[in-house]
């Protein structure tokens, strides 16, 4: 969904006040948001979440009680399916909100609950979310490659001492000692890899039984 499409953005309010839920979404309604769901307790998002299949959360925190559940819940959400989240909670100390924003949540509002402060965050925080899950794509595949050149570099490795040991023990030369390697591995279906590992536990055999 594009980042500007707030308008038609389907979205779950998490609020424990039922009036004032009940007056965000009406003037919500009356800018333009018409798929809005309420939920009562943040405790109940993952089973809310399957039910309404948000694209933006909104979750108020209530003064005077433990928010762990919730913040549980959150955080399992941003591993299981992640989500553009928007938290209002007053008076709230920077580790508290530091902990909210490292469980999933896009965006911290230490203010009160407010429909026009809703509507007029929304399109940053779809943005920000957005921004955040690219780069975290990026990151995933960059440590794809990084492990795949690792994986590549030790295989190559021990194709290099396998190659060696034919030199050393066969009395062949490395252009033989490579022919050989690949000529059993397409003879046998075996991977270049799984050739090599199986000449060096050979040698390793012998060397041991000589000893």
Known sequence: MAAGDVKNARLLLVDSQQQRATNIIAE?????VKHVSHVLHGHTLLHNVEVSDPQLIVIALPAGVDHSKTLHCVSVLNEMRPTPIMMFASGKDPEFVNSALSKGVTMFVTEMLHAERIFNRLGVV????ERTQNLLKRTQDLDSRLRAAEGKLSEEKIIARA???LIEHDRLTEDQAHRALHQFSMQENFRLVEVAARVIDAHTG???SAS
């Open 28 to 32: 919500l309604g009356y800018l333009g």
């Open 126 to 129: 779809m943005a920000q979310f």
């Open 163 to 165: 190659k060696a040991l």
């Open 206 to 208: 012998l060397d041991r």
